[in-house]
């Protein structure tokens, strides 16, 4: 793959293209994650899943809950006119994990797919790392303009590889954290973490990322 490679660039493109900038050019980390709304949508549906099971001991009432809010988001977001593909992937994921609860008869089977999520982003920002294509270097150069020169700019490189091992660690702390509660049958702590970990935490490793990766201006020689 060159800097060039049209396939590369297109990826690359797609994935920035979900990121938001302001008007100085600077990172919107909100708008990145959708905003407060975006943030409401993410959580929600695993909150209203966790919240019935903890009240009523139903399984099923929990899971049909939490589709029910997912399918909520959803067609609001059709009848707003939002990205179809928006509004539908983030019910899709809710569809999912709402499957593993009901053939695994266990409320904790409502976070395996996160577990499988994360592993395969850790295996795909390593393995980025790994060939010196950092991810969150091909996202970022595609938002400030740099395209894939970055890659020629030893410097740069290791910025952009730092910032993509932040979020290796935050996607990783997420597997420390909760497959202990998952192995101890803790549906609440593991319920609670995967919320407080989720969103929020992405959002603050790439705000950090971001920072880090910023051009430094030269010092004026004295």
């Not at 909150?47 to 929990?62: C, H, I, K, R």
């Not at 029910?68 to 999912?96: C, E, N, P, T």
């Not at 290796?168 to 970990?197: C, H, K, W």
Request: hydrophobic letters at 50%; charged letters at 15%; aromatic letters at 10%.
């Amino acid at each position: 793959m060159t800097s060039q490679d049209p396939l590369g660039q297109q990826l690359s493109g797609s994935a920035a293209r979900r990121l938001s900038t302001r008007e100085d050019g600077s990172l919107d980390v909100m708008g990145s994650v959708g905003g407060w709304r975006g943030i409401i949508e993410a959580a929600l549906p695993a909150t209203s899943f966790l919240t019935a099971y903890l009240l009523v001991d139903d399984l099923p009432l929990a899971i049909i809950l939490s589709i029910a809010v997912g399918a909520l988001f959803s067609v609001v977001r059709i009848v707003q006119r939002g990205s179809l593909m928006q509004s539908l992937s983030g019910l899709a994921g809710v569809l999912i994990c709402a499957a593993f609860a009901h053939f695994s008869g266990e409320a904790r089977g409502y976070y395996v797919p996160g577990f499988f999520i994360n592993v395969g982003y850790i295996l795909a920002l390593t393995i980025s790392i790994a060939v010196k294509w950092p991810l969150m270097g091909v996202i970022f150069g595609v938002i400030r303009g740099e395209g894939m020169e970055w890659r020629q700019d030893t410097v740069r490189r290791r910025s952009y590889a730092v910032a993509t091992w932040i979020i290796t660690a935050v996607l990783a702390s997420r597997l420390i954290v909760q497959l202990p509660l998952y192995f101890a049958d803790n549906e609440t702590a593991l319920g609670v973490t995967r919320v407080v970990m989720g969103v929020p935490l992405y959002a603050f490793a790439l705000w950090l990322g971001w920072m880090i990766t910023r051009e430094r201006e030269p010092s004026p020689r004295q």
